[in-house]
């Protein structure tokens, strides 16, 4: 590096301890911090249920006026079909790269779970769409 060349080498150390720096974890880990990041998935969890509540709610309340004006149709099969697909595909977009992911990161272990949960969810969901076809 005396030319202002960065040569390979040069790279691989400077890696080499940017990893040993990110493995030895953080170095003033504080209980405020510890208590920061385990309010995350209790909010997660909080704002999630209020958001299904106020849609459930607000599908209530638009079937009601629907039935009072008589223009509510019941929701087919087909319709119910295509957003088993949808989900079904989104769910396994998202599950699948992220299995690999921590396959490739923790290796075998309970993070794992992130992504083969949502895997699992999107085939049960395309499992319905196929086991639900009907003869038109």
Do not use: C
Not at 41 to 68: C, D, H, Q, S
Not at 91 to 118: H, Q, W
Request: aromatic share 12%; glycine share 10%; hydrophobic share 55%.
């Amino acid at each position: 590096m005396t030319d202002g060349t960065v040569t390979n080498a040069d790279l691989l150390v400077a890696l080499n301890q940017i990893i040993g720096l990110l493995e030895a974890g953080p170095s003033g880990s504080t209980a405020a911090a510890q208590i920061m990041l385990s309010l995350v998935p209790m909010l997660g969890i909080v704002f999630g249920a209020t958001l299904v509540f106020f849609f459930l709610f607000w599908n209530y309340r638009l079937k009601r006026e629907l039935i009072r004006t008589n223009q509510y149709t019941h929701t087919t099969v087909r319709t119910l079909r295509m957003f088993s697909l949808l989900i079904g595909l989104l769910s396994i977009a998202v599950g699948l790269p992220l299995t690999f992911l921590f396959l490739a990161v923790e290796g075998i272990s309970y993070a794992l779970l992130g992504g083969l949960i949502p895997m699992f969810t999107g085939i049960g969901l395309l499992v319905f769409y196929g086991a639900s076809r009907t003869k038109e």
